[in-house]
T-cell receptor, first 110, second 114 residues
């Protein structure tokens, strides 16, 4: 069965520290992986997707098919990065149907 | 461009009643998806519509239904409400299917069933 696991409910770091939000998935085919973010009192929005191989707001994520992981990383956390982060998976060309992880709340302290 | 608009923002209903939620997608977007968000189950996919046709359906009972109109606006209906249906219902729109069409979410409708 398709599944996305985010093992940490809460991750707390100090400003300037490196951040890694973990995401593991189980899927038999070739999935598309995404990170969505929800800042306080804002709507859920796309942060980045594996197919684009881009860096957004200093965040990067590499798809590791061997370890079935798609961890989100940022070398130096900022206070404005504090938010809820969701890892999500979709089948290829089925972008409307996302399977979400439970989310990780990132708290960046000054 | 205006974002995805969901109405109403809040709803309080009684067990056994039915409810209809509305979603207006971003102009030009033809795909609309619905999600249920609860503290226990997180974000769960309900269904997706594209050009008035249901393309995908999640694992929810038949009490949950939806439709899409020719202008891409969508509605979802929940009949015979149960206490467990209390949740935030999110609508998301995109240009179409595929990774080139990321989802744009609305602010949601918070449904409380008493």
């Amino acid at each position: 069965a398709q599944r996305v696991t985010q093992p940490e409910k809460l991750l707390s770091v100090f400003k300037g520290a490196p951040v890694e939000l973990k995401c593991n998935y189980s899927y038999s085919g070739s999935p598309e992986l995404f990170w969505y973010v929800q800042y306080s009192r804002q709507r859920l929005q796309l942060l980045l997707r594996h197919i684009s191989r881009e860096s957004i707001k200093g965040f990067t994520a590499d798809l590791n098919k061997g370890e079935t992981s798609f961890h989100l990383k940022k070398p130096f956390a900022q206070e404005e990065d504090s938010a809820m982060y969701y890892c999500a998976l979709s089948e290829r060309n089925q972008g409307g149907k996302l399977i979400f992880g439970q989310g990780t709340e990132l708290s960046v302290k000054p | 461009k205006a974002g995805v608009t969901q109405t109403p923002r809040y709803l309080i209903k009684t067990r056994g009643q039915q409810v209809t939620l509305s979603c207006s997608p971003i102009s030009g977007h033809r795909s609309v998806s619905w999600y249920q968000q609860t503290p226990g189950q997180g974000l769960q996919f309900l269904f997706e519509y594209f050009s008035e046709t249901q393309r995908n359906k999640g694992n929810f009972p038949g009490r949950f239904s939806g439709r899409q109109f020719s202008n891409s606006r969508s509605e979802m209906n929940v009949s015979t409400l149960e206490l467990g249906d209390s949740a935030l219902y999110l609508c998301a729109s995109s240009l179409g299917q595929g990774f080139n069409s990321p989802l744009h979410f609305g602010n949601g409708t918070r449904l409380t069933v008493t």
